[in-house]
């Protein structure tokens, strides 16, 4: 089956620094992926789709300048957290579209923990 | 955003019962999709039901949709312990989007 992995799956940072997940699409080309928050003991919430060479379209609410994403390929794209703080620490989920057959494979998942 | 609610939010069961579990929606849609998730790990992806199929069935899993009430039931039959998780119901409509229910957490007694 379809594999997307998600690196780092655990990080810790200090407050005011900035963190960069990747989401990686294995086996398949993805032309949208997307990223999810997910608080404890609650539901995905979607951030942002992210279209390869074009820029993400963000969910009302979430900030474009505080989470950056660039999909600079068919296989990846990356969700940087800027200026870190606390109250961003989430468990950050992507999923890509396989441009195929527009099935939608769901990655491991980040934690990510601000101090 | 989130596209519905799901009821009950937690579900606790014996071993060997059935576990039923529904999600609601707001908004048109091309398919409803039911996932599993694992405290702290990822999405396992259960069934896929169609705006155009009633019900469904995968193993010990199955799932109806009423398009008339916009509303999704998952049954999960003679339960095991491996069975506690959450779940959710996620719809696609016109657009790109997968949008995720509440969720309902489940939990089996052995």
């Known amino acids: 089956g379809a594999v997307v992995s998600q690196h780092p799956s655990r990080v810790i940072c200090k407050s005011g620094t900035s963190v960069k997940i990747e989401c990686r699409s294995l086996?398949?080309?993805?032309?949208?992926m997307f990223w999810y928050r997910q608080f404890p003991k609650k539901s995905l919430m979607l951030m942002a789709t992210?279209?390869?060479?074009?820029?993400?379209?963000?969910e009302q609410g979430v900030e474009k300048d505080k989470f950056l994403i660039n999909h600079a390929s068919l296989t990846l794209s990356t969700l940087t957290v800027t200026s870190a703080h606390p109250e961003d620490s989430s468990f950050y989920i992507c999923?890509?579209?396989?441009?195929?057959?527009?099935?939608?494979?769901f990655g491991p998942g980040t934690r990510l923990t601000v101090t | 955003s989130q596209q519905g609610e799901e009821d009950p939010q937690a579900l606790s069961i014996q071993e060997g019962e059935n576990a039923t579990m529904n999600c609601s929606y707001k908004?048109?849609?091309?398919?409803l999709q039911w996932y599993r998730q694992n405290s702290g790990r990822g999405l396992v992806h259960l069934i896929l039901?169609?705006?155009?199929?009633r019900e469904k069935h995968s193993g010990r899993l199955r799932v109806t949709l009423d398009t008339s009430k916009k509303s999704s039931s998952l049954l999960i039959t003679a339960s095991r312990a491996a069975d506690t998780a959450s779940y959710f119901c996620?719809?696609?409509?016109?657009?790109?989007?997968?949008?995720f229910g509440a969720g309902t957490i489940l939990r089996v007694k052995s």
């Open positions: 999923s890509a579209r396989d441009r195929r057959s527009y099935e939608q494979y």
């Open positions: 086996d398949f080309q993805a032309t949208t």
């Open positions: 992210s279209n390869e060479g074009s820029k993400a379209t963000y």
């Open positions: 908004t048109s849609i091309n398919n």
């Open positions: 039901i169609r705006s155009n199929e």
């Open positions: 996620a719809t696609h409509g016109d657009g790109n989007k997968l949008v």
